[in-house]
């Protein structure tokens, strides 16, 4: 062979090395995460990636139903973590976790309005108002699963305007001003706190939310995935998660 | 002919590389449609069509695609006479302006919708106030967002069709007698026909297909706001087979429109 | 101006075409009478005619027709087009490729509101007229080059009109189907009663079809009479070309033509009768000896007239038959020719034009 094919070959083979070292400590980290951990995991992505600075954490967020779906498609990820049990529950039905999942958080609902409450709303029950623009997350997705069964438990039957597709895309609408009001997570009202008011649902008819988290069998980095994990549910990773309303389980 | 019956040398094979290429490239289009046709749960499908997420879906889809095309033709189609015949300043801005729905994401034209005919918007608070009509998250709102993102393609192809079109004969038709209004109708737009043709259903079908702007400018509510595309979109999260099932009924209607149209309609396009 | 049968055509204005020339032109067109405007292409016709028609307004001047004003800038009078009575047939008939021959040629009617069963009477009568009977279903696209040239005129008469303005009208024709249309076109302009605009870069339809020829060279009339004047004396260059071209009527038989002050051998040994004969200044030769080998005619002559015109030159022969010649003014020198000095002349047969007559009624 001469140099210059050499060279090329050599240069192939190094390529080749260097995508296949998945499986060490270091690299790329696909996380897919609800949609109400985006600050929240954004801040732990900050902190962890300077406490390991060989990682790059790729966040995915959506809704937990969503990434389910994803998931059960065959999407790469590491690691899921999920606003409910339920869409957890079924990607290990499907044998798509390795191990055992764990809740990491907890998160309480809160109905959120514009700043100003230009609608008057002081509790759930408003929500039955026919001329108010009342906002829910859709069905599936767990704050909308969670805010029908409190509204459920006040005996509210809610005159709603649309099913947001993820609870951020509910929360944008509210900012601007364009619904009257919508459940949320306390989270979430936190995170836009300025451009949102929050309200508080009574503890009776309040849902508490279980994010559970777990490495995912497909992992293509596996040994990141445990490190991210042991992370999130360190005392740093807690309080972390405190900072932005949640609570410890 | 050969005495086997074939033809031998006299007709030429088409050259295998283009065939081979050209087979990909369908198969680029069929594969996905085949993989779809694969999860219609075959038994269930009466059922589920029937169902009312699927009948309002459908219905709404067909409704406000609809008038967004009407919306387009009595608006659409006067911009695309000034822009091909008058000569104004600005003329440039103002094509960037009418192409820019093609290029930006729909969900930026949603986005921008809320922000201009939103309750809190530049027009909208206004409007509201004046008419107590509100776009947002009413099925007027999805008629709005199709028109959007859908008229473009009606402008865009009735102006290129007018500024090809030899506007001597518009002179000829004036030499006879026939008034502004009689040119337009009787020679204009029927010299335009296909291009108009090929324009209104480009038109539709986007109108048809349309999520993004829809979704963040209309909201999203079974019977009111929820057409095919939303339908589908969350189905996909919970009910595997309506989602399915409102696929094929968006491909079986969109083929079967695109397939019913003419052979000379397709050449304007 | 009013002509026996009714007011004409009173056109006197300017305007600039584009940025490059302006056109200035004075037409007075009486009911009747065919006036040609003649010119090379670019020349400005196919403005003038947007002018008349209504397509462009001028900037100076007046247009009048059938005693109304058509347009008059200075007394801010503009009439549209669709309100002038005149009936044009454009070059390229632009006949409505969507519509039948039928639509085509009652369109007129219908767009001033002729009811619909009184148009397609009309324009049947017309389409009868020009032997388009058995066409009236088919569409533009479908028909000949001379069956377009009809449609186009029938669509044009049909609306009754006060004047006919006829732009190339034979242009778009293959030269076999131009010679049989100008006579029908000859016959049908004779036949209109009113006042009659032709535009043509053809010099030979301009002779055979008009009373009155005015010559536009730039934007500018360059000259203007009657046919005779025009060929006779020729007062530009490119009048004197257009003169030029020698037009004999005669009667052929058996390949000689008697034109009267002679007999002319003839190649086309099929046509027999009336017929018209074209010769080309330049493809006669002239010699101060008697000409050697095959020019089937020849003659001793005298040289009536010459001009000379840069490298070329022109050259009226005398007696037995005038003609007019080109050569190269190098050639006048080398044969030393001059005013009365005599010459022999030769035409090759073949270069010697044959038409059947029929048709035309002047003489030339």
Not at chain 1, 176 to 197: C, F, N, P
Not at chain 3, 123 to 143: I, M, N, V
Not at chain 3, 315 to 329: D, K, M, N, Q
């Amino acid at each position: 062979m001469n140099s210059a094919a050499r060279l090329l070959v050599a240069t192939f083979v190094l390529g080749a090395v260097t995508a296949c070292s998945g499986s060490s400590v270091e690299g790329e980290l696909l996380v897919s995460a609800a949609a109400s951990l985006t600050d929240a995991f954004a801040g732990m992505e900050s902190a962890f990636e300077d406490a390991n600075p060989d990682f790059d954490v790729v966040l995915n967020l959506g809704s937990s139903s969503a990434l389910r779906e994803q998931i059960l498609e065959g999407a790469p990820a590491d690691v899921f973590a999920s606003a409910n049990s339920s869409n957890m529950d079924q990607v290990a039905e499907a044998g798509e976790i390795s191990g055992e999942a764990k809740i990491f958080a907890t998160n309480s609902l809160q109905i959120a309005v514009p700043t100003g409450n230009p609608a008057e709303v002081t509790s759930l029950e408003d929500f039955a108002r026919e001329e108010l623009l009342i906002g829910l997350c859709a069905e599936d997705v767990p704050c909308g699963d969670l805010g029908r069964q409190a509204l459920a438990k006040a005996g509210v039957i809610p005159s709603i305007d649309t099913n947001e597709p993820d609870v951020r895309a509910l929360l944008t609408k509210i900012e601007a001003g364009e619904l009257d009001a919508g459940i949320t997570y306390v989270t979430d009202v936190l995170s836009a706190s300025g451009s949102v008011e929050g309200l508080e649902i009574p503890a009776e008819m309040n849902i508490v939310a279980e994010y559970p988290i777990a490495t995912l069998a497909g992992a293509p980095n596996p040994d990141a995935a445990v490190v991210w994990v042991e992370f999130v549910l360190s005392e740093k990773g807690q309080a972390i998660l405190t900072s932005y309303g949640f609570r410890s389980p | 002919m050969k005495a086997d019956g074939s033809l031998g040398q006299r007709t030429r094979r088409p050259p295998v590389l283009l065939v081979v290429l050209g087979s990909i490239g369908l198969a680029m289009f069929v594969v996905p449609f085949v993989g779809l046709l694969a999860r219609v749960p075959w038994s269930d499908l009466p059922a589920v069509l029937a169902s009312d997420v699927v009948t309002d879906a459908l219905r709404l889809s067909m409704v406000t695609s609809l008038m967004a095309t009407a919306i387009a033709v009595v608006v659409g189609i006067p911009l695309a006479w000034m822009m091909a015949r008058l000569d104004f300043r600005g003329r440039p801005l103002v094509r960037g302006l009418v192409t820019l729905p093609l290029v930006l994401p729909p969900v930026v034209g949603g986005a921008a919708l809320l922000f201009a005919l939103g309750r809190r918007g530049l027009v909208g608070e206004s409007l509201e106030q004046a008419t107590g009509l509100l776009l947002p998250f009413s099925t007027w709102g999805v008629v709005v967002a199709n028109t959007f993102v859908a008229m473009p393609f009606l402008v865009i192809t009735v102006e290129g069709a007018l500024r090809n079109l030899d506007q001597r004969y518009e002179g000829a038709a004036a030499s006879l007698g026939a008034s502004r209004w009689t040119v337009l109708r009787r020679v204009t737009l029927p010299m335009i026909g296909p291009s108009l043709v090929a324009g209104l259903v480009l038109t539709w079908a986007r109108a048809f297909g349309e999520f993004g702007a829809t979704i963040t400018f209309a909201g999203n509510l079974q019977g009111r706001t929820q057409t095919l595309p939303l339908a589908v979109f969350v189905a996909l999260e919970s009910d595997r087979d309506t989602a399915v099932a409102l696929s094929l009924v968006m491909v079986v209607v969109s083929l079967a429109v695109l397939v019913g149209l003419r052979e000379r309609w397709w050449k304007a396009l | 101006m009013e002509g026996a049968l009714g007011p004409g055509l009173e056109a006197d204005f300017g305007l600039r075409r584009g940025d490059s020339f302006q056109i200035d032109l004075s037409l007075s067109i009486p009911a009747g009478r065919t006036v040609a405007l003649l010119g090379p292409n670019g020349a400005g016709k196919s403005t003038a005619v947007a002018a008349i028609a209504g397509l462009l307004p001028i900037e100076s001047g007046r247009i009048g027709l059938a005693g109304i004003t058509l347009d008059h800038p200075s007394a801010d009078v503009l009439i549209p087009a669709e309100a002038r009575r005149i009936g044009v047939v454009f070059q390229d008939y632009l006949l409505f490729p969507h519509m039948t021959v039928m639509e085509n040629v009652a369109f007129g009617l219908r767009s001033r509101g002729v009811n619909r069963n009184e148009a397609m009477e009309r324009a049947g009568g017309w389409l009868e007229r020009l032997d388009l009977t058995g066409l009236e279903r088919r569409k533009p696209p479908q028909l000949s080059g001379g069956q377009a040239q009809r449609v186009a005129l029938a669509r044009a008469l049909v609306i009754d009109p006060d004047l006919l303005l006829l732009d190339e009208p034979l242009a778009a024709l293959d030269v076999t189907t131009r010679v049989e249309l100008r006579r029908v076109l000859g016959r049908h302009l004779a036949d209109f009663p009113g006042p009659r605009l032709v535009i043509t870069h053809d010099p030979t339809e301009a002779f055979l079809l008009a009373d009155e020829i005015h010559i536009i060279e730039n934007g500018v009339v360059t000259q203007s009479g009657s046919p005779d004047e025009i060929r006779l004396r020729p007062r530009t260059p490119y009048a004197a070309d257009l003169a030029g071209s020698n037009l004999l009527f005669g009667r052929a038989s058996h390949g000689q033509v008697d034109v009267g002050l002679h007999l002319l051998h003839v190649a086309e040994h099929e046509v027999e009768g009336e017929v018209l004969l074209t010769i080309r200044p330049s493809s006669i030769s002239l010699h101060r000896t008697p000409p050697e080998g095959s020019p089937r005619n020849a003659w001793e002559t005298t040289i009536a007239v010459m001009e000379r015109l840069g490298e070329r030159t022109r050259i009226r022969t005398g007696p037995p038959l005038p003609l007019t010649v080109e050569v190269t003014s190098e050639a006048t020198g080398a044969l030393a020719l001059g005013v009365g000095e005599a010459v022999w002349l030769a035409i090759k047969a073949t270069e010697i034009g044959v038409e059947p007559q029929g048709g035309y009624t002047r003489s030339v």
